[in-house]
């Protein structure tokens, strides 16, 4: 019986030997095929795929855009400013003006020409008065009404209240100017705040300049032109075309349709050229209810490109409040100044804000400024402070309403460039349409510095100016603003 046993035990050993070589045969044939099917796909990749540069200047990896999602187009970037009359810098850090920048862009149009825009004053009736700088302000109209009758000309604005003036688009419409308003009011209960040009789908603008006269020349304001950039209008397009729907609609789709979604966004950037120097860019957009499949929140675009900073961040904005600024009842909104804490403390990363002082300005905002001043130990390498910015102004200018302040809204690290469109409370990311281009550029390739460097430069001009004034514990903001 043993014999046996031991019998039919070798012979299920050599059966089970069997099944194994057999086994380990197919396995080996099988190992050999996908080894050599991943073989050729590396091969074919590398030979159709270009080449990604592993250079220490390249862009951060988390603004790396995927192969394919390119442009060619030779983009060229400008960043303008609006300086009030009467501002004067020491310094010679200086941008063409926004006036100019929009007089070039009419020339440049051929065919169309779209504006979204919060409200409409580019002559000063609103005033009651007689102010001659609103010259320049009147002279954008005048030519905005001579393009209306040539070419097509669309305007996406807030729906305007009954006490706000309307005579700028009726005119532009009476010109053939097509125009729609937006109800923000019923459809989010915030406003459009965007301010961004389109003309001829190929060049941008995009800033802090309303469609006011003031703008132009009683507000200092900063924003960004693009020249000859398709690829990047396209995009921009995608946002003012959503306005041009809800102007129509009156309600916001759930989903967007698939034609206003976007490949670009915080993950995969655009990457181009922008004055000759290799770029990633994308546009941001709020509230996020706007925001079609890819489209990255203009709040998590803010929360990535600090969150991107290793050395510095500089901020400029004219309100600043971790509130729902406009929400009854109260309500406390903290995203963005609890970043701004982390970063100072996990990362050292030295903060920098520049917020604006004047007739308007809340007075709770100061003691949420404060808070964020007192982050700074010197010991401990924890480095916020905080400025507020004051324009000068004459009796005369005091008396024109809704002038005389640092408008600017935008964010500088020491890796991207942030020119945005809202200020920066809970209300503008959470219900209100604004929109922003974030920008990551490598070291310049040309003479022309990077778009980084000049917005640094032009935050540092004004940190160190003498309309800016530290915040501490004790200023006296009575006498500041």
Known sequence: MDTTYKQLVDMEWRKQDNRKTQLYSKSVIILVTVATVLLVSMALYNLLTPRVSSSPNAPSSNLRLPQGKSCSDPCNIVLVESIPEGLEFNSTTT??????????????????????SFYWTLTNKD?????????????????????????????????PQETQPQDNLQLLSDSGA????????ELTSGVLHTKFWIVDKKHIYIGSAN????????????????YNCSCLAADLGKIFEAYWFLGESQSIPSPWPASFSTLYNENTPLQLQLNNTPSSVYLSSSPPSF???????????????????????????????????????KKYWADIDTQLRRVAYERRVKVRMLISCWASTQPVMFSFLKSLASVYDPKSK????????????????????????????????????????????????????????????TESLSLEPTVQSQLKAVFER???????TPLTQHSNLKHLC
């Not at 097509?178 to 009011?185: A, G, K």
């Not at 469609?211 to 693009?226: I, N, Y």
């Not at 900073?309 to 309100?319: C, F, G, L, Q, W």
């Open 95 to 116: 941008h063409p003006s926004i006036f100019q920048a929009w007089l070039n862009l009419m020339a440049e149009a051929r065919s169309s020409l779209d504006i979204a």
């Open 382 to 441: 924890l480095d916020i402070q905080v400025r507020l910015f004051v324009v000068p102004a004459t009796p005369k200018q005091k008396e024109i309403p809704f002038a005389r302040v640092n408008h600017n809204k935008y964010m500088v690290t020491d890796k991207i460039a942030y020119i945005g469109t809202s200020n920066w409370s809970g209300d503008y990311f959470v219900r209100t349409a604004g929109s922003a281009m974030v920008v990551n550029q």
């Open 211 to 226: 469609m006011d006269w003031r703008s132009l020349t009683q507000v200092k304001e900063l924003g960004a032109v693009v």
């Open 291 to 329: 925001c079609a499949s890819g489209r990255t929140p203009d709040i998590q675009s803010i929360l990535s490109v600090m969150d991107d900073a290793r050395s510095y961040i500089y901020i400029a904005v004219m309100n600043y409040l971790p509130t729902m600024e406009f929400s009854h009842p």
């Open 462 to 468: 004004d940190w160190s100016s003498e309309y800016s």
């Open 127 to 159: 005033t009651g008065t007689h102010e001659p700088t609103a010259l320049q302000g009147e002279t954008i109209l005048k030519k905005l009404t001579q393009l209306s009758g040539k070419l097509s000309v669309r305007i996406a604005v807030n729906t």
């Open 178 to 185: 097509d125009i729609r308003t937006v109800n923000m009011r």
